[in-house]
Structure formats: C-alpha cells, structure tokens
T-cell receptor, first 113, second 111 residues
C-alpha cells in the first residue's frame, strides 16, 4: 500500500526558532493535508493543499505541495510553547479513493521556553 | 458545534470481551472513518463508509466490524477483544474538499 515517510520523527527546539518538517512518498498524491494533534485530543486540520507547487499560509505556518506531487513541506516560524504537539502529514491519492487519506508517522515537536 | 463525538472516552476490557465504540457527527458529511493510533505508527485506517449504507475495509480491518447506522452514526465493534487491540481509536467524518474532522478519541486497554 501507499506509505508516507515523515521526517524528522522528533524535534527539540528553543522558543523563537523556526521549524521545518517534510513528508515524502513513492507515489503521487493529488491532495496534501497537514494536521496537528495536542495531547489527549484528535488531530486538527492546519493546512490543505490541492495543486502541485501551491504554497499556503495559516498564521505562522506555511506549507507547500511539492512539484513532483510526491512530497510536501511544513514550516513554522518563530515557534512558541503552544506549538508543542504531533504534526501529521496526510495525502489523498485521488480517483476512487473515497476520501481515504494516508497518514505519515508524525513529527513530535517539543518547544523549550 | 459538537462536530464529531466519540463515546466512551476510556475503556478497559478483558481479553475476549466485546464492545462497541460509538461515533456521531453533526456536520452532514457523507463519509466517515475509523482509525487506530499506536505509538510511532501514525493513524491507520480500520474501516470507512463512503456514504450511508456502505462500508469497506481499510488497512487494518481484522478483528473489527462496523455499522453505518444512519448518516450521522458510524460504530466500531470488537467482537472478541485481544491485547493487540489496545490503542487509541479515532473516528472522523470527511468533507467534499477531502479534509477530515476528528473526534477526541477512545482510549482502549485490553488486559
């Protein structure tokens, strides 16, 4: 089946630093999504990308849909303590996928004040 | 503004017991999904329902059954629980824009 490789697996940063994480696949996806999960809660959608090359921002977060359609990137600028959590990428393959998403393994972000 | 509601939030079972996890959404979405989340493995799809009256297997369906009771409700049943099914279970509903909205999960331990 399709797999998404998300890296890094974890990050430990100081408050104020910028963060970059990425997601790669061996197959093409037509939609890329980025979610954040806080402890004890379900994932919450951060950004949705629908077109190769698309660059979309949501506050301090910026995500890009890779040109090859096999990767996506998420950047967080000027991190703050509430950015702590697990970040997941997810891809939709299109066609008759019935809305099914494939998820990466997640990046655990820790921000030190 | 409930979104996706899952019950119960926590459950402890003994091996061999059965139980049903409930999920309801109030966003009028056609598609609904059940995932399990295990450390380091992200979210894995168990079953999904593309629309009312249809269900289909996902990546890890063994040991589970589902029922799409109506457009709002999608339940997950463990007929004979096994320790390997200890996990956090998430229900989600899907939009036409391919995004999914998640509940807060059910934390299930099987002894």
């Amino acid at each position: 089946g399709q797999q998404l490789n998300q890296s890094p697996q974890s990050m430990f940063i100081q408050e104020g630093e910028d963060v970059s994480m990425n997601c790669t696949s061996s197959s093409i996806f037509n939609t890329w999504l980025w979610y954040k999960q806080d402890p004890g809660e379900g994932p919450v959608l951060l950004i949705a990308l629908y077109k190769a090359g698309e660059l979309t921002s949501n506050g301090r977060l910026t995500a890009q849909f890779g040109i090859t359609r096999k990767d996506s990137f998420l950047n967080i600028s000027a991190s703050i303590p509430s950015d702590v959590g697990i970040y997941f990428c997810a891809g939709h393959a299109g066609g008759t996928s019935y809305g099914k998403l494939t998820f990466g393994q997640g990046t655990i972000l820790t921000v030190h004040p | 503004n409930a979104g996706v509601t899952q019950t119960p939030k926590f459950q402890v079972l003994k091996t061999g017991q059965s139980m049903t996890l409930q999920c309801a959404q109030d966003m009028n979405h056609n598609s609904m999904y059940w995932y399990r989340q295990d450390p380091g493995m992200g979210l894995r799809l168990i079953y999904y329902s593309a629309s009312e009256g249809t269900t289909d297997k996902g990546e890890v369906p063994n040991g589970y059954n589902v029922s799409r009771l109506n457009k709002r409700e999608f339940s997950l049943r463990l007929e004979s629980a096994a320790p390997s099914q200890t996990s956090v279970y998430f229900c989600a509903s899907g939009t036409a824009a391919l995004t999914q909205h998640f509940g807060d999960g059910t934390r299930l331990s099987i002894l």
